[in-house]
C-alpha cells in the first residue's frame, strides 16, 4: 500500500510541474515583439529630409519634379505612416500630398516599399525610438533617395 500512495503522489508532482512548466513558457514566449525592423517602423515619422541623387539632365528638364539636391521638409503634413494592418500599407504625406503604397520586410535592415515613384529598395542606414534614416534605390534606375525621418 505504501508504494501505490507514494507512487500517486509522484505522479501528482510530475502532473503539477508539467503543468507549471507549460503555463510559464506559454507566458514567456507571448511577449510583445519590440526588436523586429516592422515593430520599430511601425507608426507615424515626421519627415525631415530626403537627399535624392542620379537624377540625369535630361529626365529633370523633362520632369521639374524630378531634381537631385535636398529638399527639407518638417511640418505635420509631412510625413510616412508605416500601417500595422495585413496589407503592410504605407502612406507618404508631403506638403499635404497624400500617397498610400505597400512595404515588405525583406531582412533584419532591409525593405522594400512600393509608393509614388516606383518599387524602393531600401536599407536601414540607423534606426532608434526616434530616428530612422534609410536610403531607398528606385528599381531599375540609377536615383537613390536618403529619407531622416523621426518622432
Same mark, same amino acid.
Given at each position: 500500500m505504501d508504494i501505490l500512495k507514494l507512487n500517486l503522489t509522484m505522479k501528482r508532482q510530475i502532473t503539477a510541474l508539467s503543468l507549471f512548466l507549460l503555463i510559464a513558457s506559454t507566458f514567456m514566449s507571448c511577449k510583445k515583439d519590440s526588436t523586429s525592423l516592422k515593430a520599430q517602423m511601425?507608426?507615424?515619422?515626421? #519627415? &525631415?529630409?530626403?537627399?535624392?541623387s542620379g537624377y540625369t539632365a535630361?529626365?529633370?528638364?523633362?520632369d521639374? %519634379?524630378?531634381?537631385?539636391?535636398?529638399?527639407?521638409y518638417g511640418t505635420t503634413?509631412?510625413?510616412?505612416d508605416f500601417k500595422p494592418n495585413d496589407d503592410d500599407q504605407v502612406e507618404l504625406s508631403l506638403s499635404g500630398n497624400r500617397t498610400i503604397g505597400t512595404y515588405v520586410i525583406i531582412?533584419?535592415?532591409?525593405?522594400?516599399?512600393?509608393?509614388?515613384?516606383? #518599387? &524602393?529598395y531600401c536599407k536601414i542606414n540607423s534606426i532608434t525610438a526616434n530616428k530612422l534614416e534609410f536610403t531607398? %534605390?528606385?528599381?531599375k534606375t540609377n536615383v537613390t533617395k536618403v529619407y531622416s525621418l523621426s518622432r
Open positions: 511601425l507608426g507615424k515619422w515626421t #519627415l &525631415n529630409k530626403i537627399v535624392t535630361e529626365e529633370t528638364l523633362k521639374p %519634379k524630378k531634381i537631385n539636391g535636398t529638399v527639407n503634413s509631412d510625413y510616412i531582412y533584419s535592415d532591409q525593405f522594400s516599399m512600393d509608393i509614388n515613384d516606383g #518599387l &524602393n531607398a %534605390k528606385i528599381d
